[in-house]
């Protein structure tokens, strides 16, 4: 048998027997008009995008696709990447996506964009001295679902950005990341804007005990998308 059967051959077993391969394609195949409405429509895409990618290159239809071989389990919980060295936001092949599901995809992959490309080494260590301050349960299923801490804190940045807290809208104002007024208009988006009266309120002295607050905004359940370096 020729040497490149062999290996191909090799290939599959491996495949079949230990994982399989997951196709990623640019996020507007099938879905550009879709990606674009969402970019302008909705508020936290708006911004970001409007800022770091205003001519929506990451969402260009334009680019090849790649494979990824993971587990079986794992196929279904990875929605999506991001490449720096396209620079392209990619969607899975095979997942039919509900526009909140799309929405969430575009908000964890941008924050990929962001950290590789925008920000400084300062500002990196300075989102993670905020996520030490104010803790949050996507640190821990980061470090559970991401084998490499490589990845740690892009994964940590880009979660947390996907369903940012009113005290991350307010850290990303801090570092330059996103105007006041952008910071504003964040928080008086009504989940935002209760979650902010809620800390306020919990702040004030008084003889009852505090309700525990967990205004997380973090669904650790929701789409795991994927690492940022495939």
């Known amino acids: 048998m020729p040497c490149h059967a062999m290996f191909a051959l090799i ?3 491996a495949l079949l027997t230990g994982g399989c391969a997951t196709t990623y394609v640019p996020i507007s195949w099938g879905f550009g008009e879709k990606v674009q409405q969402l970019s302008r429509s909705d508020l936290t895409l708006a911004i970001l995008f409007n800022r770091y990618d205003p001519d929506r290159q990451t969402l260009r239809v334009s680019g090849a696709s790649f494979d990824e071989v993971m587990m079986p389990s794992e196929v279904m919980r990875h929605l999506g990447a991001y490449r720096p060295d396209t620079k392209l936001i ?12 799309l929405r969430s995809l575009m908000c964890h992959e941008l924050a990929h964009h962001i950290w590789f490309g925008s920000m400084t080494h300062k500002q990196r260590e300075a989102w993670g001295l905020h996520l030490e301050a104010n803790p949050t349960p996507v640190r821990a299923m980061v470090r559970r679902v991401y084998p490499r801490p490589a990845d740690y804190d892009t994964e940590d940045f880009a ?35 209760r979650e902010r009266e809620e800390v306020l309120s919990e702040s004030k002295p008084t003889q009852q005990p505090l309700a525990t607050h967990n205004g997380s905004g973090i669904s650790v359940a929701g789409p795991e998308v994927s690492k940022a370096d495939p």
């Open 11 to 13: 290939l599959l077993l």
């Open 90 to 101: 990619y969607r899975n092949l095979y997942h039919q996506y509900n526009d909140q599901e």
């Open 159 to 193: 979660f947390t950005v996907e369903r940012a807290r009113a005290v991350d809208i307010e850290a990303l104002a801090r570092m330059n990341l996103i105007t006041a007024q952008e910071r504003d208009a964040l928080l008086s988006e009504p989940k935002l804007a």
